[in-house]
């Protein structure tokens, strides 16, 4: 007898009790994006490697060791499935030029994939929401896509989401701070782990935000880089805290958030909840203003964050808020001659109307029919058998407060249905 096939470690099923919470969550989210003017944008799982390169940077961890990456001999192509959206929305703005007419607001969803090693939080195949404001070059859209976070965690319930603020200056500004933070890490070689040591001249920035104890302190008597930033870089970033202290918006600066890609200049955030441990950031983002010239565009300023499905979807599992599976309103039950093509026609009638209706399949006797009916949670039975047919009736029997059931005629039963659910 052969083995029986798994998933993929890290990349995971997800069943239909657990799917229905996905649906809600979903449902939320997109419907929030509409109600604030983003228009969805599908890309292609599978993108030429050099996007990647070129967009996230060849000295990140993502690039490094974390990319699904394959030579495609048939075609001579380097292909990677693609580790974050933000690369492939502005390569299908670019390649359609989508900002012809002006600044887009877009949004995305779906897997993404990184070869990481897999634990509470962190898959290799995960899925996220992204949001991306292309061409707007002002603080005040880079307050609206953290406002839109703030109102999703209310509409959402969940508390205890906080948001950490760091603006990481011009390419220039940034250049400049990591040439003296490279020479005080170097300073300190004795005490940065093997990690640090491995980004000491190909991504130093990302040192600031090791979690290691030892490098920590290392890091804690870095330059500042607020130190290195001009007028127009500050002027942004005082802009975008003004907007969100008006708007109620709590916040902390934190200077050693960098986030983990290249592309990034001026705003980054991160909303973080402390009940996911290390695995506590559950949304990040910040502006990329020169990612359309890296990967061969016209110069466009552009901001944008994206968001873990399940890290969210766990942690309103987690505080009791996630939302039930929808039950559905009726179980029809059929047994006879002549019964099965008039219970398909009920069963049309109503969920035509807008109503969650459950028909019996697979035979059965009637007993065995009402403990599946009973199983499915509906609120009511309809039962059509033959003496019903006859009458051009159905029994209702209620499910769940034990009244007593009557019959219904066929003519007043699609229209006093709504009646009917509301009192059982």
Known sequence: MKAALQAIRGMNDVLPEEAARWLAFE??????????????????????????????????????????????????????????????????????????????????????????????????????????????????????????????????????????LNTIGSPDERARYRADLIRHLEAHHAQLDADARRRLHTNPLRVLDSKNPAVQAVVAGAPDMMQYLGEASLVHFEGLQQLLAAAGVGYAVNPKLVRGLDYYNLTVFEWIADRLGAQGTVCGGGRYDGLFALIGGKPAPAIGFALGCERLIGLLADSGRAPAPRLPDAYIVHQGEGTLEPAFALSDALRAAGFAVVQHAGGGSFKSQMKKADASGARLALILGEDELRAAAVTVKPLRDGRPQWREPHATLAQRFPELIKAH
């Not at 492939?88 to 012809?100: F, G, P, Q, T």
């Open 27 to 164: 449902r939320k989210v997109e419907d929030l994006f509409e109600r604030w003017g983003y228009r969805n944008i599908r890309m292609p799982l599978v993108e030429h490697t050099a996007l990647f390169r070129r967009a996230i940077g060849e000295a990140t961890d993502i690039v490094e060791k974390e990319m699904y990456s394959w030579r495609d001999e048939l075609n001579g192509e380097d292909l990677t499935l693609r580790p974050e959206g933000t690369a492939s929305c502005v390569r299908a703005a670019i390649e359609h030029n989508l900002l012809y007419d002006g600044p887009k607001r877009l949004w995305y969803a779906g897997p993404m994939y990184r070869h990481e090693r897999p634990q509470k939080g962190r898959y290799r195949q995960f899925h996220q929401y992204g949001a991306e404001a292309l061409g707007y070059p002002g603080p005040d859209v880079d307050a609206e896509l953290i406002i839109l976070c703030a109102r999703l965690w209310r509409e959402l319930g969940l508390e205890g989401i906080r948001l950490e």
